[in-house]
């Protein structure tokens, strides 16, 4: 399966948007700094998934969620769950 995914740092709020064949050992890489951009962010919580038979569909998704409309509706999905 492929998976996108979304983070949301428990220091700054700041959300990362991401894609993986592996989403546990990807999940654990963010939080154990081995990822160069999300080091100085950690920890990061799991907010949001969604998997994929088709890598193009799974890209797809994460280069949509990167856009300002994609951002959008995340904040329109995840409202609650961004308000905690």
Known sequence: ?????ILQSLKDKKL????????R????EHNEGKVVSTKPRRPFGLIFYEA???MTDAKR?????????GKSTLRMMLSDTLTQ
Do not use: C
């Open 1 to 5: 399966m492929y998976y996108i995914y």
């Open 16 to 23: 990362y948007i991401g894609y993986t064949t592996d989403l």
């Open 25 to 28: 050992k990807r999940f654990n």
């Open 52 to 54: 994929y038979k088709s």
């Open 61 to 69: 998704r994460e280069k949509y969620f990167k856009t300002d409309k």
